[in-house]
Structures are given as C-alpha cells and as structure tokens.
C-alpha cells in the first residue's frame, strides 16, 4: 500500500475582529475546533499552520505530526502584542513561503478571514501570483454572519475588550479573485454549520491519491491432477488385464 499526501497549510486571521460573537463563543473558537476536525480527517497529508494580523508568521512549519498540528490550533489566540491590521496578503504570503518548495504532488492553502486587507508590504495579488507560480491552490474562506455581528471595538482600563454591534465588511471579491486565480474556490461561512460544510467540501475536493500493491496465495492444482490421472492409467491398466484374463 502506498500513499501520495498533500500538503496544507492553514493561514489563518487572529486579528481582534476574529472575537466577534456571531459565531458561539466566537470566530476564532470556531475556526479553530472546525480546522481540527479536518486535519484529524487528513492521516495522509503533511500540514502547517501560519497566523497573521497586522503582520504574519508561522506558527507550525508542515509537518506529518498532527499532534503538533493540532496542538499549535488549540493554543492560538489573539494577542496584542502584535501590530493591529488585517494583512491577507502577508499571511497568504507566509503561507506560500511555507509550500514553495514542497515535493509533494498537491500544494493547498487554505486562507481564513473575517475583514479586509488594510496593512502589510505584500498586497494579495502578489501573494497569489507567487501562489500560481508554484503551483499552489488557494482555497479561501470569508468568515462571518450578514449584517451586523456584536464586535471588539475598544479595550477599557481593566484590559477587557468593549463590544457593539458593527457592520460585518469582508472583501469577498479580493478572495474570490485570489481563489481563481490559483485554480482554488472562495466560500463563505456564516455560522459553524456553515463552515463545516465547507472543510466537508474542500476534503472530498482534495483527496489524497492511495496506490494498492496486492499479493494472492493460490492454491497448486497440479499436484491433484497427477494423482487423479494415474488412478485413471491404473484402473485402465486393470481393466484390460481382467478382459485379456478372460479371453484366454
């Protein structure tokens, strides 16, 4: 038996948006136990995780262990020691440094965010020409209810975040395009159920090739039609020795 992986890495958006609660608890919680279930999901496949804001860097290089893997997606968390911002086109980057020069036969990002791009040095058409020129296909996911979501707006003295309700803005077309251009598929998840569906879907649109070697015992017949055929000349042999008896 013989397996070919793929190789995914999960870039996924942690900016301060990613709290808000139209997902339960909220849009990080959520995204984080639904990747989990996938690469749970992915025996075969080698995965790597990259997490961006303002800025972006890997969190889990690719690697076969998924205990790492799963590990790294339990402890992510925001934090405000990073630079404030929505930088898709950094943590699609970051994520296409990470595949780049992969040897497997399917390179997979799979891009997750809630806003728009509004920060970083490397704007997303870039990050996925560079996507295209190595073969990498982008699934994107725009992650968040229509209308209004209960929001972080500010952080008061005590260093609790402070929420209201505020329009959900996610840029549908930019992934759409980022999508397309790498031969990948944008889709939008409004609520859990939703996004489910949608690692359901991209799992059965990558699977992962399995090559089977079978081996059969047979059993040797041969050796039962030798016997078989001199029983025959035997009883041949006596039936013409007992019709020459008795002509004489």
Do not use: H
Request: neutral net charge.
């Amino acid at each position: 038996k013989k397996t070919r992986g793929i190789d995914i890495v999960m870039s996924i958006d942690i900016s301060a948006s990613m709290l808000a609660k139209d997902f339960q608890p909220n849009r990080m919680e959520v995204v984080k136990e639904v990747a989990s279930e996938f690469v749970k999901n992915r025996p075969n496949d080698r995965v790597g995780i990259v997490v961006f804001s303002g800025e972006s860097y890997t969190k889990t290089p690719v690697t076969s262990d998924k205990s790492i893997v799963l590990n790294t997606l339990k402890d992510i968390s925001y934090s405000s020691q990073i630079e404030g911002g929505t930088a898709i086109g950094m943590g699609l980057a970051t994520a296409v440094n990470r595949l780049k020069d992969s040897k497997a036969k399917g390179k997979v990002i799979i891009l997750m965010t809630d806003g728009v791009n509004n920060t970083g040095f490397i704007e997303p058409k870039t990050a996925a020409d560079l996507a295209l020129e190595y073969g990498i296909k982008v699934y994107s996911i725009g992650v968040g209810s229509m209308g209004t979501a209960l929001s972080p707006v500010a952080i008061d003295r005590n260093g609790q975040f402070q929420y209201r309700n505020t329009e959900v803005e996610i840029d549908e077309a930019l992934l759409e395009e980022i999508s397309s251009m790498t031969e990948g598929q944008y889709f939008r998840a409004t609520n859990e159920d939703k996004l489910k569906s949608i690692y359901e879907e991209i799992n059965k649109l990558e699977k992962t090739e399995i090559k089977e070697t079978k081996y059969y015992n047979y059993d040797e017949k041969y050796p039962i039609f030798v016997i078989i055929a001199g029983l025959l000349m035997a009883l041949v042999a006596l039936i013409k020795y007992t019709i020459m008896r008795s002509l004489v």
